[in-house]
């Protein structure tokens, strides 16, 4: 990555408002059943690399944050939290031209699966102390059911908004990887 104040500006911006939007909303972004409303924020990739470490570093700060807290106990979670955001929003970014109607669709799959299997096998290990199958399951749908509130019913139409009002071009454009 080229590291350009303006890439380093914007990557603190989008790891500073996921930061915000989790402490905001921290009943919600922590623990078995969460709807992590900064996942939305995955999606931004689909128009720049740049973004997929705004993401990964806001995800990192707010596991941290919830664990000095204790709105999320997992020191796990600090770690395998971010793998995850960061493995989810790399794949958004490489789906990120699959679109339907302009919309990348496809790129909001990826945080849904991705958080679903890591997230829910990392509560699964930590409830039950191995892997059991069944709890997996459910602890997975879980995880996917919130993160798919997340991408499809709020970072989809974020993608539309930030398109369809020029935003997306006005802060992304020229962004290098």
């Given at each position: 990555m080229k590291l350009s104040t303006r890439n380093l500006v914007v990557c603190a911006m989008i790891a500073a408002l996921y930061t915000a939007?989790?402490?905001a909303l921290m009943p919600l972004s922590y623990g078995m059943v969460q709807?992590?409303?900064?996942?939305?924020?995955?999606?931004?990739?689909?128009?720049?690399?740049?973004?997929?470490?705004?993401?990964?570093?806001?995800c990192a700060v707010s596991n941290l944050v919830g664990l000095f807290t204790g709105a999320n106990p997992l020191i796990l979670d600090a770690v395998f939290g971010t793998l995850a955001?960061?493995?989810?929003?790399?794949?958004?970014?490489?789906a990120r031209n699959v679109r339907v109607?302009?919309?990348?669709?496809?790129?909001?799959?990826?945080?849904?699966?991705?958080?679903?299997?890591?997230?829910?096998?990392?509560?699964?290990?930590?409830?039950?102390?191995?892997?059991?199958?069944?709890?997996?399951?459910?602890?997975?749908?879980?995880?996917?059911?919130?993160?798919?509130v997340s991408c499809f019913g709020l970072g989809l139409p974020l993608v539309y908004l930030l398109q369809k009002t020029g935003v997306a071009n006005k802060c992304f454009a020229g962004l290098v990887f």
């Open positions: 939007i989790c402490m709807i992590r409303a900064a996942e939305a924020l995955t999606l931004l990739p689909v128009f720049s690399p740049v973004a997929i470490w705004g993401v990964t570093l806001g955001t960061l493995i989810a929003a790399v794949l958004s970014y490489l109607k302009g919309i990348p669709v496809l790129s909001a799959v990826p945080p849904v699966i991705v958080n679903a299997l890591i997230i829910g096998l990392e509560i699964t290990y930590l409830e039950a102390g191995g892997f059991h199958p069944q709890m997996f399951l459910l602890n997975a749908l879980y995880v996917g059911a919130g993160q798919a």
